[in-house]
């Protein structure tokens, strides 16, 4: 015959070993010391945005330019036709 209250004590004692093994809540991607660091390099990202932005700018304006004079001489060339 089984000794179920043997049986049941094993268990919680392994439920309960098991449990504590688990460290919830301690994951070092969080900590301190690497949130400050990563706020550290998006900072000097968005910096470096900030001063790459107008010279985007300017270029996709040349860009477009560009593109609507090959456009203009495509309509040209098709109307001389």
């Known amino acids: 015959m089984v000794n179920w209250k043997s049986k049941y004590l094993e268990m919680k004692l392994k439920y309960i070993n098991s449990k504590n093994k688990i460290n919830g809540g301690a994951n070092p991607i969080f900590s301190k010391e690497n949130m ?9 990202f968005k910096k470096r945005e900030a ?3 107008p010279w985007y700018i300017e270029q ?7 593109e609507k004079e090959k456009q203009k001489a495509a309509r040209d060339a098709e109307a001389k036709q």
């Open 36 to 44: 400050e660091r990563v706020q550290a390099d998006y900072e000097a």
């Open 51 to 53: 001063d790459l932005k």
């Open 60 to 66: 996709q304006k040349k860009n477009w330019e560009k």
